[in-house]
């Protein structure tokens, strides 16, 4: 069975890789083509968008969107990973916090915040990881970058642990702000468990497991799990093009405000997706002035 082009939700287990599921997702699926939106740490688990055959077009519109996860702080012990994974730097038994106390800590983080990305992450350094410095003790730390905060509900507090749920902006390291949050209570913490439950509006209820997975596509209704790249893009204004605009894109013909009228886009971009009757996604384009350039054009 071909599969068509789409979004999967997946449910990423833990210790397991992002790059491993995608594989698994290729490999299952038959797909030509297939890709995720953002890397989750291997120990975490959750929302890992994975974007079948032409859908990896339009993969950049979903790397900056929010990200909701479930969390676990745990108190008085710091690592040099900020997870549960590293090596323990310093440890406290001093966790004689009220209920207060820890409230007061974590709304101090709510809102617009710089944040000093982890010595341990994907992030680059003359085209090299930075974990791979960190590993060979030669650890580079790069500046503060500003990310916003939404809102932290904490959930349960069982010390040494609290579970919290916070949404956030795009780049977000949630062990750096558990890292942060001890320091700020001054015993020290960090993340030993967490969850995406959401990423751009996707969300966990929408997900399939591995397994889940390879059961559907024995019975054949993976396109009833396939979510269309018209849905997916769901907070890009669209327009529904005529034949003449069909056809101006089908040949890569510029397009301007006399073919695309009564659009307002809501992103400084200007992103707008073009579709057909059907709501099937013809292309993504960016309103520059009066004239629109192609993002991506869908071979569907």
């Known amino acids: 069975m071909k599969i068509k082009n789409g979004l999967l939700i997946i449910d990423k287990p833990a210790d397991m ?31 890992l968008l994975c974007c079948i ?26 690592t040099d990973t900020q997870d549960f994974t590293g090596k323990v730097i310093s440890a406290s038994s001093e966790l004689n916090f009220s209920d207060e106390d820890i409230i007061s800590a974590f709304k101090k983080f709510e809102g617009r ?15 090299i990881p930075l974990y791979k410095y960190a590993r060979e003790g030669k650890a580079v730390t790069k500046p503060a970058r500003e990310i916003k905060i939404h809102y932290i509900n904490i959930l349960n507090i069982n010390l040494p642990e609290i579970t919290f749920e916070v949404y956030c902006s795009s780049g977000t390291y949630i062990r750096s702000l558990c890292a942060d949050i001890g320091e700020i209570l001054g015993c020290g913490g960090h993340l030993s468990q967490l969850s995406r439950t959401e990423s751009c ?26 979510i269309s790249m018209s849905d997916a893009l769901a907070h890009m204004p669209g327009y529904i093009a005529d034949e003449t605009l069909i056809a101006k894109i089908s040949h890569g013909k510029l397009i301007t405000e006399s073919d695309i009228r009564f659009v307002k886009t809501n992103t ?4 707008i997706k073009i579709i057909n ?21 869908i071979n569907n």
């Open 17 to 47: 890789s992002s790059a491993r599921v995608v594989s698994i997702v290729k490999k299952l699926t038959g797909a030509k083509k297939v890709g995720h939106t953002g890397t989750l740490d291997p120990f975490a688990t959750g929302v």
């Open 53 to 78: 055959n032409e859908a990896t077009k339009i993969s950049r519109f979903f790397l900056a969107g929010n990200k909701k996860y479930i969390a676990k702080l745990c108190l008085g012990i710091q």
């Open 113 to 127: 915040i710089s944040q000093v990305p982890p010595v341990y992450s994907a992030l680059k350094h003359k085209g």
């Open 201 to 226: 509006g996707l969300n966990i209820k929408q997900s399939l497991t591995i397994n889940d997975l390879e059961n559907i596509i024995s019975a054949g209704n993976i396109s009833k799990h396939l």
């Open 268 to 271: 400084s971009e200007g992103f």
């Open 277 to 297: 009757r059907n709501k099937e996604l013809l292309a993504v384009l960016n309103k520059v002035e009066n004239k629109f350039s192609y993002c991506c054009v």
